[in-house]
Structures are given as C-alpha cells and as structure tokens.
C-alpha cells in the first residue's frame, strides 16, 4: 500500500510539474502576451537524436503532419530551442520528404549565433551544420552540371553532323574509286 501511495504521489507531482510551464504559456497566448521561455540547456542532445530517428522513419504524410504541428508550435513559442531543432532537422535531414537544406542551413545558424546549445546539443548541431554546408555545396555544384551537359551534348550533335558529312565524302569517295577501278579493268581487257 505504501508503494502504491508513493508511486500515486510521484505521479501527482510530475503531472502538475508538467501541467504547469503549459497552463503558464497558455494563460499568456489566451492573454495575447508573448510567452517567455528561457532556452534552456537541459535538455540532451539525444532528444534530437531520438526526434531525427523517429522523423527519418516516418511516412511522407506524417512528415507533413509533424512539420505542421511544429510550425503551430512555433507560432505559440518562437523561443522554444526543441521545436527550433526539430524544424531544422525537418527541413535538413535527407530522408525528409519536405527537403529544404538552405532554409535548415539559415535556421540552424541562427540558434548556433544564439549560443543557447549545451556541450552535447552543440556538438550535434554543428554536426548537423557540417552536413547541411556540403550538402548545400554539392547541390549548388551540380546546379553547374545541367549547363555543362547541354554544352557536351551540342559538342556532340555538330561533332555527329560532321561525322555524317565525311562519311557521305568517304562514299563519294568510294564510287569514285570503284568507278575508276571499272574503268581500269575494262581498259585492261581491250
């Protein structure tokens, strides 16, 4: 019976530790005041490990579902450092089905000039920040390719037609040849 209070008390003090910040941030949207919302270092880095992991396995429409939520989140509390990173990573993670790694570039720098990170978020994110610079580098590299392969392809188009006019020379050619090999061997036979 002891355990049972004891676990009930647990239960009732987490609950109302929880409920509160919420009740807090609600009363002041219903108020239309900003909701101020230190960022907070206590939070671990394998919160986002763990929202990344989750999102990657998600199916497109769930994708959009959480990108939506997160927006809305966002909306109530601009401040909050977990729904900034979870945006981030929706926005910059590559099995994302709504990719944007410029915009995920822009919002991750902008938390990372904040220094509002704890050890361990910081190094993820910069990570994070690593993989979205070369993802952006390459993508802006093979922006580039398109244009060279038209280029290569033209080459190749006025190579094939001078292609087709010395092959049509080479024939011209060899009925000649043929012509005066006739020619050659009716001489020859009178």
Not at 29 to 47: F, I, R, Y
Not at 122 to 133: C, G, P, R, T
């Amino acid at each position: 019976m002891t355990k049972i209070r004891a676990l009930i008390l647990l239960w009732a003090c987490l609950a109302t530790a929880c409920v509160s910040p919420v009740r807090q941030q609600h009363e002041a949207v219903k108020a239309n005041q900003p909701v101020k919302v230190n960022p907070t270092k206590s939070l671990d880095a394998t919160e986002f490990l763990t929202f990344a992991e989750t999102f990657s396995n998600s199916p497109a429409d769930l994708q959009k579902q959480v990108l939506i939520e997160t927006n809305h989140a966002l909306a109530l509390n601009p401040n909050d450092l977990l729904h900034r990173m979870k945006l981030v990573m929706i926005y910059g993670l590559p099995t994302s089905s709504v990719l944007d790694t410029p915009k995920a570039q822009n919002l991750l720098q902008q938390i990372l000039q904040e220094d509002i990170l704890a050890n361990s978020q910081l190094a993820f994110s910069n990570l994070l920040f690593d993989h979205l610079v070369v993802v952006n580098k390459a993508a802006k590299n093979n922006n580039g390719d398109p244009k060279r392969l038209e280029s290569l392809q033209q080459k190749n188009e006025v190579l094939q037609i001078k292609l087709d006019v010395t092959q049509q020379k080479l024939e011209a050619a060899q009925q000649k040849l043929d012509e005066l090999k006739k020619i050659e061997k009716s001489m020859g036979e009178r």
